[in-house]
């Protein structure tokens, strides 16, 4: 399987190239130049099977050429053996017909660990293959960083350095970032927001005498293999309800929408999904974009579900390419007049394609925290502020359509954002016992400006990976 940028500039690749690039060269975002399809067959067989082998069979076609399947088998089972639950994403009713999927059972308690634990196997057996080492650069609005940092502890191959917006992630997000002792590990609290700490990361891997100098690799939600490795949820979580033959819909707390996107591509593979529902919080640039056409971001509001507080959502490229036919020339129009003029306007067939699939709903604070007392009150289930935006959006949807089973990605656990559930149900979910040493650990990390030329220089001064002819 061979992959090619959104924007039509930088050379095609193989599953381990785009690994271990992230971004593409031309700044483009990296996609398969076809969907691998399974039939139905394929699909119904997934039913019962362990949760790594249903990954192992789901990425094999995306990593074809690259991994086999035995070490493609072995980094599945190693990763998620050391989740919390059996079944890695349990399924758990809350109403008629309503689901939420629980993918917090991994180490740090929210749905990147299910990406990023297999992600640093992948990325650990393409560098020994290569003999060579890598600086990971990531930009997060909470999680990424905390289960990239989780995932890469420790490894002699792998530097990584996180860049999160001070002040703007929880206690409990930070610490488990900044209590990491293993030295490979830098957290760097940037002064501005999320949004300023992706436009660097962009900025940086556009940067080719950096980005080869230091073995530049990227594991945002960007990262291809991390949308893979998210499609594979939509099938357990559909088939263990009946699909292929029975249709149900998906409601998903989007941010950087890289966990709908895999939803989109698990459809796109076969899997039968009545409706994508995104679900937004005050940062609604989806939800605008979807109602009017204008793809505008505005400036970032701090809410109560930090990792959505978005407004530029990369993986959204991957969706307009599909949707534009896959004209690398008009998408890259498009962003220039994001560039140009703050916003461009989605083609009006594309605008149609989209919401023949889509669905996006804005949910606010005052509503995300009657979700959370609505649905203890009636269920007794604790929702994090995150899955809350989901679980409304899809009881919308099931208030349209009653007949259509929606699950609701439950994308962290409630204990790591403590003030959210107290203000809603007047107390706190409990910290897993696993998470207790993180609130009293000793905090590690650099406070630096919004400047990219500091940020770069930081890297390269505590990066092992030196430039050629740089020493060291
Ligand atoms: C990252 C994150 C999201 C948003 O996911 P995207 O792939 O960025 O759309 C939602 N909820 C939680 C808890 C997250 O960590």
């Given at each position: 399987m061979q992959y090619i940028s959104t924007r039509g500039d930088a050379p095609e690749l193989a599953f381990d190239d785009v690994l271990l690039a992230g971004l593409a060269a031309d700044g483009?975002?990296?996609?398969?130049?076809?969907?691998?399809?399974?039939?139905?067959?394929?699909?119904?067989?997934?039913?019962?099977i362990p949760y790594a082998d249903a990954a192992a069979r789901l990425i094999a076609p995306f990593a074809a050429g690259t991994f086999p399947g035995n070490v493609l088998a072995q980094a599945t089972r190693s990763a998620y053996s050391g989740f919390s639950h059996a079944s890695v994403a349990p399924l758990v009713q809350i109403a008629d017909n309503l689901f939420v999927l629980e993918l917090f059972q991994g180490p740090t308690l929210a749905f990147k660990d299910l990406a990023m634990q297999l992600l640093a196997r992948l990325m650990n057996h393409a560098l020994e293959q290569r003999g060579r080492g890598a600086t990971i650069v990531g930009a997060t609005?909470?999680?990424?960083?905390?289960?990239?940092?989780?995932?890469?502890?420790?490894?002699?191959?792998?530097?990584?350095?996180?860049?999160?917006?001070?002040?703007?992630?929880?206690?409990?997000?930070?610490?488990?970032?900044?209590?990491?002792?293993?030295?490979?590990?830098h957290a760097i609290a940037l002064k501005g927001t999320f949004d300023d700490a992706q436009s660097i990361l962009k900025s940086l891997f556009r940067d080719k005498e950096f980005r080869t100098g230091v073995g530049l690799a990227g594991v945002n939600s960007i990262n291809w293999a991390r949308v893979v490795a998210q499609t594979v949820y939509y099938f357990t979580g559909a088939v263990s309800l009946g699909a292929p033959l029975r249709k149900l819909s998906f409601a998903v707390p989007t941010g950087n929408f890289g966990d709908v996107l895999a939803g989109y591509v698990a459809k796109r593979m076969g899997l039968p999904i009545s409706r994508l529902i995104v679900a937004t919080n005050a940062n609604d640039i989806l939800a605008?974009?979807?109602?009017?056409?204008?793809?505008?971001?505005?400036?970032?509001?701090?809410?109560?579900?930090?990792?959505?507080?978005?407004?530029?959502?990369?993986?959204?490229e991957r969706l307009l390419f599909d949707a534009m036919g896959r004209d690398p020339a008009a998408l890259r129009a498009a962003f220039a007049g994001l560039d140009q003029s703050g916003g461009f306007d989605i083609p009006e067939s594309a605008l149609r394609a989209i919401r023949e699939e889509f669905d996006a709903r804005s949910v606010s604070e005052e509503e995300t925290t009657a979700e959370i007392a609505r649905t203890w009150r009636e269920s007794g289930y604790?929702?994090?502020?995150?899955?809350?935006?989901?679980?409304?959006?899809?009881?919308?949807?099931?208030?349209k359509d009653p007949s259509t089973p929606v699950i609701a990605l439950a994308t962290a656990h409630p204990a790591k954002f403590p003030a959210a559930i107290e203000k809603a149900i007047g107390r706190a979910a409990p910290l897993p016992a696993k998470m207790e040493r993180i609130l009293t650990a000793a905090e590690r990390y650099t406070l630096l400006d919004n400047d990219e030329a500091r940020i770069r220089s930081f890297i390269a001064e505590n990066a092992?990976?030196?430039?050629?002819?740089?020493?060291a």
């Open positions: 483009g975002l990296y996609v398969p130049k076809t969907y691998p399809a399974l039939d139905r067959d394929a699909i119904a067989a997934l039913a019962g609005s909470g999680d990424t960083g905390a289960a990239a940092i989780e995932a890469f502890r420790g490894q002699d191959r792998v530097d990584v350095f996180i860049l999160y917006p001070d002040g703007r992630v929880s206690d409990v997000q930070r610490r488990q970032m900044t209590t990491v002792a293993d030295s490979n590990i605008r974009a979807l109602a009017t056409g204008r793809y505008e971001p505005r400036g970032v509001t701090p809410t109560q579900s930090p990792s959505m507080d978005i407004q530029l959502s990369s993986n959204f604790v929702l994090d502020p995150h899955t809350a935006t989901g679980v409304r959006a899809a009881r919308e949807s099931l208030a092992r990976a030196k430039p050629v002819g740089a020493g």
